[in-house]
């Protein structure tokens, strides 16, 4: 019989009192009401604050990983800080403590433990291509049905890389390599060298002149014109809608 994973990690607060604390109950709220929509049935494992440990999120995907079948569907969200070479933050720190294998091109999401000390970022930070490229890969080869969203700064790169092809919820048809997974749709709330809620000079320019649909389609078109990744624009409106080019 088919049975749904769901993780949903929610850090509003974090054990080192220097990291800026969030507001992530609405966020969690609205990914509730998606899987309601989508039809979830199971049980959803639940990580807030204290109990979103780099150990307790990586042991949860860790065990989806090891018993999920191809009849089964993984949800997991994430909704709290993270980072990437790029953040004038941690960057630095983390290019420092890290071999440059583990921090280029990746993006990281940070746990309620995360240690911002030179010496305790490098064990305590949750990277993509270190940390959960195995396990979303397995997952990936274990079942065609799997959504993944993590709501964090530099959160484009945190699965490592873009989608080749998707035929389920939003039609994504690119031909990237670069992406490892054929049955993950991974969606990140903000690009590399960008922290979510923030826009780029393009973007905010493009924002004050642009209005129609159209001037924000080209204007998206030149803010990614060296990015590998598609553009995905959701109107919050009455009918939700999603633009994709």
Not at 26 to 42: A, C, W
Not at 72 to 101: C, I, V, W
Not at 221 to 235: D, Q
Request: charged fraction near 25%; hydrophobic fraction near 35%; aromatic fraction near 10%.
């Amino acid at each position: 019989m088919a049975k749904d994973y769901g993780l949903i990690v929610s850090i509003s607060q974090y054990q080192n009192s220097d990291i800026p604390t969030l507001n992530v109950s609405e966020d969690v709220r609205r990914y509730e009401s998606v899987l309601k929509k989508m039809g979830f049935i199971g049980s959803c494992k639940y990580l807030k604050n204290e109990s979103a440990t780099r150990t307790n999120i990586l042991g949860h995907i860790r065990g989806v990983a090891q018993t999920i079948t191809d009849k089964d569907r993984f949800f997991m969200f994430f909704t709290g800080h993270g980072t990437d070479e790029n953040d004038e933050d941690y960057g630095s720190k983390l290019q420092e403590a890290l071999p440059e294998k583990y921090w280029k091109d990746t993006g990281m999401i940070l746990p309620y433990d995360f240690n911002p000390n030179k010496k305790g970022i490098a064990n305590s930070v949750i990277i993509g291509k270190r940390d959960l490229r195995n396990y979303f890969k397995a997952i990936d080869n274990n079942t065609d049905k799997a959504l993944i969203v993590f709501d964090a700064c530099f959160s484009e790169n945190s699965s490592k890389g873009k989608l080749r092809r998707v035929n389920r919820f939003v039609h994504i048809d690119t031909k990237n390599k670069t992406y490892p997974y054929r049955n993950i749709v991974y969606i990140g709330a903000s690009k590399t060298q960008a922290k979510t809620g923030k826009l780029s000079k393009v973007l905010d320019g493009c924002m004050n002149k642009d209005t129609t649909f159209v001037g924000l389609k080209g204007c998206m078109n030149r803010e990614l014109s060296r990015s590998p990744h598609k553009a995905v624009v959701l109107s919050m409106s009455e009918n939700p809608r999603v633009f994709v080019w």
